[in-house]
């Protein structure tokens, strides 16, 4: 069994376009771990194909703030994108993106958007915080997103110490698993990558091999950053695909 996981696509639809070709006939089923709007040019076109596409979603924090029409809060960028999303999503889209779950269970691992103990808005980053949530994983492999940042935590079952998972250097991922440790797993971003590499984020989880792969795509860049500038959106957002930042 193949499962591909997609998270943070923020209406990047050549992204999720490139993830999705990727994917196509390497994975059984496909899993999206919610932020499918938000800061990107399509965000409806890629709610529509993740709605028909995915077996399993689940809602990240920018779902959470057009359903609840509650932008406080939130940075410059991403309160001027969500208002702009909100005008230019159909009612039956938000409706969708109502039905999502913030939580999800399949094949035996976890599926949130951001963490365990606040799924919609933890950013998991040091070890410290990893400590936090271990405790809350019933099984053995918690899959999120968020951070926009491939890589992830494992925890040895016999001592409970708990060690940082690092992608390689061109920002992707190879993590055999073994039975000995505990694992929450990063997938990174398709849409919106912060670690320098401005390319989209695919990961596989490979259950009978207990293998998980990241992968790094590329998509026409340039086609996307112009989107952005020619529907009004926050110019820095156009850096920042570009970028990886």
Known sequence: MRIGILSDIH?????????LNFLKNKADFIVSMGDVVGYGPDPENCAEIISEQALVM??????????RKDFSGLRETARISLEWTAKN???????????WPVKAEKEGATFVHASLSKPLHRYLTRNKEAEEEFPLLEGELCFIGHTHMPGG??????TGKIETIFPDFGGGMKLAMDDGHRYIVNV?????PRDGFPFACAAIYDKDKKLVTIHRLEYPLEKTRCKIIEKGLPSVLAKRIMQGI
Do not use: R, Y
């Open 89 to 99: 999503l159909s009612p039956a889209c938000m409706e969708k993106l109502n039905g």
């Open 58 to 67: 689940t809602m990240g924090n920018h779902e959470e703030s057009l359903i």
């Open 11 to 19: 209406g990047n639809l050549e992204a999720l376009e490139a993830s």
């Open 153 to 158: 935590f494992m925890q040895d079952v016999s």
């Open 188 to 192: 990174g971003s398709v849409g919106q």
